[in-house]
């Protein structure tokens, strides 16, 4: 029995592909606090938050889209610069983050939240919400040069405060 040949057409660019990265190791626990309006807000509590990549693109002529470790190591990387942090929105029109002797104190509604600044990190965010972390981590890749040597399409980024509770932000070429 002869055996097909192999067309080099059926294999072109234009083949798709979905590549989803979740790793038990994309995780960063952090403490905040959800601040709703200028008087109220949520007290200071954490969670283990939990992020994922969903990227597409083209499948080369070597059968691979990309070197996932590119984005697996940027995301490992962002992960850890929040990992064990009190995060603080730098952009709240509510909150007020300032340095004073040896403490970043965050105030609220005239309550004065004193932190040592080892224990914190401020964020270009208005909230620290799992919205404005997906928004935070996708623009910590898009960023990155190494992203754009990349031949990605789409990139979805995912945080989770915990079970069930996820929000994406969305990036496309």
């Not at 990309?66 to 942090?85: G, M, V």
């Not at 909150?95 to 040896?102: N, S, V, Y």
Request: net charge negative; aromatic share 10%; with cysteine.
């Amino acid at each position: 029995m002869q055996q097909p040949e192999k067309n080099a057409a059926s294999h072109a660019k234009s083949d798709r592909a979905i590549i989803e990265i979740q790793k038990e190791y994309l995780h960063f626990s952090a403490a905040h606090f959800t601040i709703f309006s200028a008087t109220e807000r949520e007290n200071l509590h954490g969670h283990n938050f939990q992020v994922e990549a969903i990227l597409e693109g083209n499948i080369g002529d070597d059968g691979l889209c990309f070197d996932y470790n590119e984005i697996k190591s940027r995301l490992k990387t962002l992960c850890d610069e929040l990992d064990e942090r009190v995060l603080l929105p730098e952009q709240s029109p509510y909150l007020t983050i300032a340095q004073e002797e040896d403490y970043v104190v965050a105030t609220f509604n005239n309550e004065r939240i004193p932190f040592l600044p080892r224990d914190v990190s401020t964020l270009p965010l208005r909230n620290i919400t799992v919205e404005e972390l997906a928004h935070w981590f996708l623009s910590g890749i898009v960023s990155d040069t190494i992203f754009s040597a990349l031949p990605i399409d789409t990139l979805n980024i995912r945080v989770a405060s915990g079970p069930g509770q996820w929000a994406s932000s969305r990036w496309a070429r």
